[in-house]
């Protein structure tokens, strides 16, 4: 079956400019995770969706990041004002969900780079 | 602080010669231990969940053992199509949305 899709898979920006990135997790998964990846670094734990709610936005690094999921599929990672050090690959994950099955799949990811 | 260390950070191998990768954790409770493949340029692959000290599961040349501290990914006789990054990541018992990965260890295999 389909895997988790992400678009775009390359973003090039504009330092103060605002993108958004796309998620599309496994069809039936309740589960969303959003992560970042810098070089060399582990994934660095974002924000937690259970349905559509964000239960856990501990991740997020500062007001400029937001992120909403719609349906209990589709999920969107805005980053407002980008800097350059947002440069990096953006992961999504998805899981059945709590109980049912709690292994993530991962996406592609979405790797932008802010000039 | 729950956390997880992973060496070496790079392993280069002739084709053939086996090794095993680490993964040293320290959470207050652990739900499951998971391994991933991540190749350059995409996300990571599932390969292995464990879940108490002494399972073990095993995929082709890959066999990943658990005990209360660390777990390890034992290669044997590796092939260049192994060369990856390998992830491992642990599962907060007490909060199942909690998953703390390692940095990975790079593993380069020589024909």
């Known amino acids: 079956g389909a895997g988790v899709s992400q678009s775009p898979s390359n973003k090039v920006t504009e330092k103060g400019k605002d993108v958004e990135l796309r998620c599309d997790p496994i069809s039936g998964h309740t589960a969303l995770y959003w992560y970042r990846q810098s070089l060399g670094q582990g994934l660095e734990f974002l924000i937690y969706f259970q349905g559509n709610s964000a239960p856990d936005k501990s991740g997020l690094p500062s007001d400029r990041f937001s992120a909403e999921r719609t349906g209990g599929s589709v999920s969107t990672l805005t980053i407002q004002r980008t800097q350059q050090e947002d440069s990096a690959v953006y992961l999504c994950a998805s899981s059945l969900g709590p109980g049912q099955g709690e292994t993530q799949y991962f996406g592609p990811g979405t790797r932008l780079l802010v000039l | 602080e729950d956390q997880v260390t992973q060496s070496p950070e790079a392993l280069r191998l002739q084709e053939g010669e086996s090794s095993s990768l680490n993964c040293s954790y320290t959470v207050s409770g652990l739900r499951g231990l998971f391994w991933y493949r991540q190749d350059p340029g995409k996300g990571p692959e599932f390969l292995f969940t464990l879940y108490s000290a002494g399972e073990e599961k095993e995929k082709e040349r890959l066999k990943a053992t658990l005990t209360k501290k660390e777990s390890f990914l034992h290669i044997t006789a590796p092939k260049p199509e192994d060369s990856a990054t390998y992830l491992c990541?642990?599962?907060?018992?007490?909060?199942?949305?909690?998953?703390?990965f390692g940095s990975g260890t790079k593993l380069n295999v020589k024909p």
């Open positions: 990541a642990v599962q907060d018992v007490y909060n199942f949305n909690k998953f703390y």
